[in-house]
């Protein structure tokens, strides 16, 4: 294995653990809110619960869309989840908890299972989407930018709502 491999592949493991963990604490903060309220404003923060976990979902799509693979979840999510959507106080626009629990759950196990067999060639290359191209330049940047950073900075939202309704840490 070269160095340039084992560099790679020591990353990619570091992502996974870290998308790994993130996941657990998303699980956590989401595991006691109930279902009516998983697309509530709640004192002016208004990336609800449900918007929060399928903006992730979409988010891991696009991880596997990078690595070569398809996504998982219809076009349509996109439009709701994705970048630039708008976050609506109407549950009836958005899936289920349980749909969105599932989902998510299902990116977060292909992402770990595809990640460690995308050829490092690949991962080294430039993102083909020029405007984020300017941010990440290569795909192992924005792949460790979606699956950590990006899925902590949502952890921290979903946080603030549930502090903001009430709800308590759900560590500590």
């Known amino acids: 294995m070269s160095e340039a491999t084992q560099q790679v592949t ?21 595991e006691d809110i109930p279902e009516e309220k998983m697309a509530t ?20 799509n696009y991880a596997l869309e990078i690595a070569g693979h398809d996504r998982l979840v219809p076009d349509t999510w996109q439009e709701i989840f994705g970048i630039g959507s708008e976050p609506v106080e109407d549950s009836s626009k958005y899936p289920s908890k349980a749909e969105l629990l599932e989902a998510y759950a299902a990116v977060h196990e292909r992402v770990k299972e595809v990640l460690p067999q995308v050829d490092p060639a690949l991962l080294t290359a430039e993102v083909t989407d020029e405007g984020i191209r300017e941010y990440f330049g290569t795909n192992d940047l924005l ?3 979606i699956l950590g ?9 979903l946080s603030a709502w549930r502090r903001s309704q009430g709800m308590p840490h759900v560590f500590g």
Request: glycine content about 14%.
């Open 10 to 30: 020591f990353s990619v493991s570091s992502i996974l653990a870290g998308y790994e963990f993130s996941r657990g604490y998303m699980m956590k903060l989401l």
């Open 41 to 60: 404003f709640s004192h002016g923060i208004v990336n609800h619960p449900a918007w929060q976990i399928g903006h992730l979902v979409t988010s891991g």
């Open 143 to 145: 792949l460790s930018f």
């Open 149 to 157: 950073a990006h899925e902590g900075v949502h952890a921290g939202q």
